[in-house]
């Protein structure tokens, strides 16, 4: 009994509290069912994508506004691309150009409907969209050039625009 007394008399009510909440979290824990192991069954499917034959590394090369007038004038079969949405192509659009929206699902497979050793004019309002619609049209193979600044720029330097 004495020897009891020594043993609590060394150990406080805090440390004893304390061992019990530790022993009570670990056989909590021994028994939770989040450490069990499930084991599980998944199916995958494989699905193939065509991939385009450049890479998306390559880019347009981009054109003054000026260069492609000139060339416009010299050539009225020019692959001119307007990027932007058929809304916008309805406001105003360069002479002869063709409305292939960046943003729709069939942008891809509209493109692979240009003549492939003829170059690819690609323009929007003002430079971005194009210049992603440049490095697709240049990884599946053709030559493309982007209108340096979009419509915008153009119509900076009084080229004319159709609606």
Sequence with gaps: MARRKNI???LDMKTIFSIFALLAVLLASC???KNETVEKTVETETVAIEEPKGTLEKTAELIEADKLNDLM???TELQLIDVRSPEE???GHLKGAVNININDAS???????LLRDEPVFLYCRSGGRSAR???IVAALGYRAYDLD???QGWEGQNFPVEK
Excluded: H, M, S, T
């Design 107 to 113: 942008f891809n497979d509209e493109i692979q409907k």
């Design 8 to 10: 609590l008399n060394l």
């Design 31 to 33: 028994n939770n069912p």
């Design 73 to 75: 004038a010299a050539d």
């Design 133 to 135: 619609a440049g490095k």
């Design 89 to 91: 192509f309805a406001e």
């Design 149 to 151: 600044k979009g419509i």
